[in-house]
Protein backbone atom coordinates (compact mmCIF):
# COMPACT_ATOMS: atom_id res chain seq x y z
CA UNK A 1 0.00 0.00 0.00
CA UNK A 2 2.87 2.37 0.33
CA UNK A 3 5.88 3.09 -1.77
CA UNK A 4 8.55 3.68 0.16
CA UNK A 5 11.84 5.24 -1.90
CA UNK A 6 15.20 3.60 -0.76
CA UNK A 7 18.43 4.33 -2.06
CA UNK A 8 20.04 0.78 -3.48
CA UNK A 9 23.07 3.17 -4.38
CA UNK A 10 24.24 6.17 -5.84
CA UNK A 11 23.09 5.74 -9.85
CA UNK A 12 19.79 3.75 -8.54
CA UNK A 13 16.09 4.43 -8.01
CA UNK A 14 14.35 1.95 -5.98
CA UNK A 15 10.51 1.59 -4.61
CA UNK A 16 10.03 -0.87 -1.79
CA UNK A 17 5.98 -1.81 -1.96
CA UNK A 18 4.48 -3.51 1.04
CA UNK A 19 1.36 -5.29 -0.15
CA UNK A 20 -0.59 -7.54 2.04
CA UNK A 21 2.00 -8.29 4.01
CA UNK A 22 4.41 -9.47 0.52
CA UNK A 23 7.48 -6.85 -0.41
CA UNK A 24 8.03 -5.97 -3.89
CA UNK A 25 11.19 -4.00 -5.18
CA UNK A 26 10.36 -2.44 -8.10
CA UNK A 27 11.75 0.43 -9.60
CA UNK A 28 9.96 3.16 -9.97
CA UNK A 29 6.46 1.14 -9.43
CA UNK A 30 3.58 2.98 -7.85
CA UNK A 31 1.58 1.30 -5.18
CA UNK A 32 -2.02 1.71 -4.61
CA UNK A 33 -5.09 0.09 -2.29
CA UNK A 34 -5.63 -2.41 -5.83
CA UNK A 35 -3.60 -5.53 -6.63
CA UNK A 36 0.89 -4.95 -6.72
CA UNK A 37 1.44 -3.34 -9.95
CA UNK A 38 2.08 -5.35 -13.34
CA UNK A 39 4.91 -7.74 -13.39
CA UNK A 40 5.92 -7.05 -9.58
CA UNK A 41 8.06 -10.08 -8.58
CA UNK A 42 8.00 -10.81 -4.13
CA UNK A 43 11.29 -10.19 -2.58
CA UNK A 44 12.63 -8.53 -5.54
CA UNK A 45 15.53 -10.93 -6.28
CA UNK A 46 15.48 -10.15 -10.27
CA UNK A 47 14.46 -6.50 -10.30
CA UNK A 48 15.79 -4.24 -12.82
CA UNK A 49 17.09 -0.97 -11.90
CA UNK A 50 16.67 2.61 -14.11
CA UNK A 51 19.85 4.33 -13.85
CA UNK A 52 19.63 7.79 -12.04
CA UNK A 53 22.20 10.36 -11.49
CA UNK A 54 20.45 14.10 -12.30
CA UNK A 55 16.82 14.80 -10.64
CA UNK A 56 15.03 17.97 -11.20
CA UNK A 57 13.00 19.43 -8.03
CA UNK A 58 10.72 21.91 -9.34
CA UNK A 59 9.43 23.81 -6.50
CA UNK A 60 11.18 26.12 -3.90
CA UNK A 61 9.16 25.64 -0.61
CA UNK A 62 10.49 23.54 2.62
CA UNK A 63 9.04 20.57 0.72
CA UNK A 64 11.17 21.07 -2.38
CA UNK A 65 14.29 22.51 -0.50
CA UNK A 66 14.00 19.18 1.71
CA UNK A 67 14.13 16.52 -1.45
CA UNK A 68 16.79 18.83 -2.97
CA UNK A 69 18.78 18.55 0.19
CA UNK A 70 18.30 14.31 0.56
CA UNK A 71 19.23 14.14 -3.25
CA UNK A 72 22.44 16.45 -2.89
CA UNK A 73 23.41 14.44 0.33
CA UNK A 74 22.74 10.74 -1.14
CA UNK A 75 24.93 11.59 -4.52
CA UNK A 76 22.78 12.73 -7.14
CA UNK A 77 23.02 15.58 -8.76
CA UNK A 78 20.49 18.55 -8.44
CA UNK A 79 18.62 21.06 -10.77
CA UNK A 80 15.97 23.04 -8.36
CA UNK A 81 13.97 25.07 -10.67
CA UNK A 82 12.63 27.88 -8.93
CA UNK A 83 10.56 31.11 -10.01
CA UNK A 84 13.49 33.62 -9.38
CA UNK A 85 16.69 33.76 -8.28
CA UNK A 86 15.57 34.98 -4.74
CA UNK A 87 13.94 31.34 -4.17
CA UNK A 88 17.47 29.70 -5.17
CA UNK A 89 19.63 31.94 -2.88
CA UNK A 90 17.21 31.16 -0.10
CA UNK A 91 17.24 27.25 -0.88
CA UNK A 92 20.47 27.15 -1.27
CA UNK A 93 21.25 29.03 2.21
CA UNK A 94 18.67 26.87 3.60
CA UNK A 95 20.47 23.45 2.39
CA UNK A 96 24.01 24.94 3.63
CA UNK A 97 22.69 26.00 7.11
CA UNK A 98 21.12 22.10 7.43
CA UNK A 99 24.49 20.71 6.25
CA UNK A 100 26.28 22.86 8.29
CA UNK A 101 24.38 21.59 11.25
CA UNK A 102 24.98 17.76 10.36
CA UNK A 103 28.89 18.79 10.25
CA UNK A 104 28.85 20.40 13.47
CA UNK A 105 26.60 17.16 15.23
CA UNK A 106 29.00 15.14 13.87
CA UNK A 107 26.63 13.47 11.20
CA UNK A 108 28.84 14.35 8.09
CA UNK A 109 32.13 15.52 7.64
CA UNK A 110 33.12 18.96 5.88
CA UNK A 111 34.10 16.95 2.77
CA UNK A 112 30.48 15.19 2.59
CA UNK A 113 28.84 18.94 2.93
CA UNK A 114 30.76 20.42 0.32
CA UNK A 115 30.07 17.17 -1.94
CA UNK A 116 26.56 17.24 -1.00
CA UNK A 117 26.55 21.55 -1.85
CA UNK A 118 28.47 20.85 -5.06
CA UNK A 119 25.81 18.55 -6.71
CA UNK A 120 23.01 21.57 -5.97
CA UNK A 121 22.45 23.76 -9.06
CA UNK A 122 19.58 26.46 -8.87
CA UNK A 123 17.95 27.78 -12.36
CA UNK A 124 14.90 29.71 -13.42
CA UNK A 125 14.76 27.73 -16.81
CA UNK A 126 12.63 24.55 -17.04
CA UNK A 127 15.68 23.59 -19.77
CA UNK A 128 17.87 23.24 -17.83
CA UNK A 129 16.21 20.11 -16.51
CA UNK A 130 16.50 18.39 -19.54
CA UNK A 131 18.87 16.59 -19.22
CA UNK A 132 17.49 15.07 -15.62
CA UNK A 133 16.42 11.35 -14.84
CA UNK A 134 13.91 12.09 -12.44
CA UNK A 135 11.64 14.93 -11.26
CA UNK A 136 9.85 15.71 -8.61
CA UNK A 137 7.25 18.12 -8.27
CA UNK A 138 7.23 19.63 -5.11
CA UNK A 139 4.90 22.37 -5.44
CA UNK A 140 1.59 24.06 -4.26
CA UNK A 141 -1.51 21.87 -3.97
CA UNK A 142 -3.46 23.59 -6.74
CA UNK A 143 -4.09 20.95 -9.61
CA UNK A 144 -4.09 23.42 -12.55
CA UNK A 145 -0.19 24.56 -11.47
CA UNK A 146 1.17 20.60 -11.39
CA UNK A 147 -0.66 19.98 -14.98
CA UNK A 148 0.81 23.30 -16.26
CA UNK A 149 4.24 21.72 -14.73
CA UNK A 150 3.94 18.48 -15.94
CA UNK A 151 3.08 19.48 -19.22
CA UNK A 152 6.12 21.53 -19.20
CA UNK A 153 8.00 18.38 -18.14
CA UNK A 154 6.60 16.37 -20.45
CA UNK A 155 7.85 18.89 -23.18
CA UNK A 156 11.77 18.80 -22.50
CA UNK A 157 12.15 15.72 -20.51
CA UNK A 158 14.11 12.88 -21.92
CA UNK A 159 13.00 9.51 -23.41
CA UNK A 160 12.73 7.25 -19.80
CA UNK A 161 12.47 10.07 -17.64
CA UNK A 162 10.36 9.58 -14.42
CA UNK A 163 7.80 12.30 -13.45
CA UNK A 164 6.99 12.51 -9.61
CA UNK A 165 5.02 14.88 -7.52
CA UNK A 166 4.27 15.27 -3.79
CA UNK A 167 1.36 16.01 -2.15
CA UNK A 168 0.74 17.53 1.33
CA UNK A 169 -2.25 15.49 1.87
Known amino acids: RY ?21 YERPFAVASSGP ?6 PNGD ?4 RPVQRVGVVGSGTMAIGIAEVFC ?3 YDVVLRARGTEQ ?7 ISRSLEKAVVRGKITE ?3 DDALGRFI ?5 DDLADCDLFVGATVEELSVK ?3 FATLDEIAKPGAILATTTSS
Do not use: C, H, L, M
Request: glycine residues 10%; aromatic residues 10%.
Open 46 to 49: DAVT
Open 73 to 75: KAG
Open 36 to 41: PPAGAV
Open 88 to 94: IDKARAS
Open 111 to 113: SER
Open 147 to 149: QAI
Open 3 to 23: AIPSFAAPGTWNFTVDYEGER
Open 122 to 126: GSTSF
